[in-house]
């Protein structure tokens, strides 16, 4: 699959905090701008890919935007960590030849519908609900007080104060400030106001958390020969991957012998450099989840673009461009799916906050959850 396929359009919605819409035309608004961008028709659409969370059906989106036959649909689970992962199913699609042009898309209302910050009380009994039942009786109840467990050992381990959380908020904000389609546009941040926000779950504060967005994306995939005969230039899938490790629970890893890091991102980057011929230094820019702050410099720390606990030091220095879109912080919560579409941006030379010869580019899935990430690459 390794350089066969290409991202070929990318669209989306306005990132808002109350669409006023539902999640359905959010999802067909998104499959039609991409398509848009692509210079391809609705009609030109066989395959369709999206999460399991997402609440619009593969046949509902192909009604809703005129696409006619579908000859593959596909889901990916584990909330965010799919992102990275329906451009591999896209990419896999397309190179076994059983597609030739796929979409992936997500859209929800997070903000005005169902908030994922609510919590997980009451749900149907299944096996993953027995997983999360070994912290829900101890006030475990959130995806920030889970994620709280692992920030709070990251920074035991390795004698460091949440200032180093707030480099990424900081950075993050920065990049959006300058970005128009960011919700924190004009709204640059300070290591001061990152402190002096509330605490959610210790040591996490208001700052270190991702938005609630309510919007939508999507990507189309094809083969390079043909996206190099479309509209944009081809931004070539170098490599993409998904990674569980062993033993792995869904945001709830408190049995690893490891918790200041992030075993399922070690997965993720060992295949992604194995496939690619890749190394840390010949990346540009790197676009990671940050679903919360600490998760951003263990990733950095796996991927081996630094040592242990010096992810802080990395991002404070900027000497490598991170999330210039403005991440999930910044910009807009959308499962990962606008930090693939930054990628491509900066692939192509129209990020707003653009890295002068960016020709490569690491992005990154929900980490903490089985996972996912892309190295996108410049045609040639």
């Avoid at 190179?95 to 903000?111: L, Q």
């Avoid at 920074?155 to 950075?171: D, I, Q, R, S, W």
């Avoid at 491509?344 to 992005?363: C, Y």
Wanted: charged residues 15%; negative net charge; proline residues 4%.
């Amino acid at each position: 699959m390794t350089g066969a396929a290409a991202i070929a359009g990318i669209g989306a919605t306005a990132f808002t905090k109350d669409s006023g819409r539902s999640e359905l035309a959010l999802a067909a608004e998104a499959v039609r701008a991409a398509l848009a961008d692509a210079g391809l028709a609705p009609g030109d659409v066989d395959g369709l890919v999206t999460f399991t969370m997402d609440t619009s059906p593969e046949i509902a989106v192909a009604r809703a935007t005129g696409i006619g036959e579908l000859a593959f649909f596909s889901r990916v689970h584990y909330g965010g960590g799919a992102a990275c992962a329906t451009v591999q199913q896209a990419a896999l699609a397309v190179t076994a030849g059983v597609a030739d042009v796929v979409v992936c898309y997500r859209a929800f209302n997070e903000r005005s519908g169902r908030r994922f910050g609510a919590g997980v009380r009451g749900r149907e009994p299944s096996a993953e609900g027995v997983a999360l039942g070994w912290g829900l009786p101890f006030g475990l109840l959130t995806p920030a007080s889970w994620a709280a467990m692992h920030a709070r050992r990251y920074l035991h381990m390795y004698g460091l104060t949440t200032e180093v959380f707030g480099h990424v908020a900081v950075t993050d904000r920065r990049y959006a400030a300058r970005n128009p389609a960011a919700y924190f546009h004009g709204r640059p941040l300070t290591l001061a106001e990152h402190a002096a926000s509330r605490w959610i779950a210790e040591p996490l504060r208001l700052l270190d958390c991702c938005q609630e967005t309510d919007g939508g994306q999507a990507l189309v995939v094809t083969s390079l020969a043909r996206a190099r005969t479309l509209r944009r230039p081809p931004v070539v899938i170098a490599a993409a991957a998904q990674g569980a490790a062993r033993g792995q629970e869904q945001m709830t890893g408190f049995y690893e012998g490891d918790l200041g890091g992030l075993p399922e991102t070690g997965v993720v980057a060992r295949r992604l450099w194995r496939d690619s011929g890749l190394r840390p230094a010949d990346v540009d820019v790197a676009v990671l989840y940050d679903h919360f702050t600490p998760y951003v410099l263990m990733q950095l720390e796996e991927f081996g673009f630094c040592g242990p606990g010096e992810g802080g030091d990395l991002v404070a220095s900027g000497t490598l461009p991170v999330n210039t879109h403005g991440g999930q912080l910044g910009e807009a919560y959308l499962h990962g799916m606008n930090g693939i579409a930054e990628g491509v941006r900066q692939v192509r030379g129209t990020s707003v906050n653009q890295v002068p010869g960016a020709g490569r580019v690491l992005v990154t899935a929900g980490s903490g959850v089985p996972t996912s990430g892309l190295i996108l690459a410049a045609d040639g």
